[in-house]
């Protein structure tokens, strides 16, 4: 009998889970042929997330979890409960319903029977969404997929369904910073696109404030690009011919009409505006210099306080 696992990262989602829990017992329902594990990640929830899922195992021994000991952030609880999964497929997926888990017998069905190695989904609006979210979201693909070599789908959810070979993939890459969009893509594999209109949260709220989407993004563009770190050396070349060309400008007006000291203030304006560029440049230099030494660190990706194998006296992989 085949097995699908679904990792289902929560932070500060007790009313959440209830609900998500029912509409994926009418899903496991339909499926009645394959069995089913579903790992819930605590990551660091400071409400009654844990003392939910605690419950919800007692009830029901296909519900597993993994508790972190703070907030490692969405990407981090992903890479756990892809690492303890042991389903010959693996689905990842919000809790907050945003991601259909009506969705799944669909996903399956195209798995079994078509060549795909990956079902993945994708919003065809955003609508629901503040209007300046979705205008920095946009313009945040266009720039990261003409600067970056692998695609990143706009609109793409972290909502998939994956073989088992392409798991083992994902978690090959163990790296620090971690960019699942990116990382999804870079492995490979063939994907097929699903698309679904946008939901709203079915309880709670989003934990994305715009100032996380944005440090998120870095994260995407120095995981995913080295190209920014070629704009010193542009800017440069083109600063150095444009000085070039002044230099000429000025010996030439000097030798003709003997002006050499008029034209301080435009002088002051260039220094400011040619450091500006330069510390633009050595911030995006430390930009990924800071990455590389995270990277370097061998920190954990997540450490664990409790799971629900714990019990069992079972070590879960780190
Ligand atoms: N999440 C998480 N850790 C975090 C932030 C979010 O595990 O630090 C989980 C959250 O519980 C949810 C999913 O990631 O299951 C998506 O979060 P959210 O719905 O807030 O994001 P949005 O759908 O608004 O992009
Ligand atoms: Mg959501």
Known sequence: MKKISVVVPCFNEEEAIPVYYQEMCHVMKEMSGITFEIIFVDDGSSDGTLTILKELNEK??????????????????????????????????????????????????????????????????????????????????????????????????????????????????????????GIFEWVGFRTKWLEFQNVERCAGETKWSIRKLFVYSIEGITGFSVAPLSLASIVGVCFCLLSFFMILFIIIRTVIWGDPVDGWPSLVCIIFFVGGIQLFCTGIVGEYLSKTYLETKHRPIFILKDSSDAKNGKCYEK
Request: overall charge positive; aromatic content about 12%; some cysteine.
């Open 60 to 181: 029901d021994k296909r519900c597993k979890y993994l508790s972190f000991s703070r907030n490692f952030g969405k990407e981090a609880a992903i890479y756990a409960g892809l690492k303890n999964t042991v389903g010959d497929y693996v689905a990842t997926m919000d809790v907050d319903l945003q991601d259909p888990p009506s969705m799944l017998p669909e996903m399956y069905r195209i798995l079994i029977e078509e060549d795909y190695d990956n079902v993945a989904t994708k919003r065809s609006t955003r609508e629901g969404e503040p209007k300046i979210r979705s205008f920095l979201s946009e313009s945040f693909y266009k720039f990261i997929n003409r600067i970056s070599k692998t695609e990143i789908v706009n609109g793409a959810r972290d909502y998939r369904l994956m073989k088992r070979k392409m798991v083992d993939a994902v978690l090959e890459m163990s790296e620090y910073n971690r960019f699942s969009k």
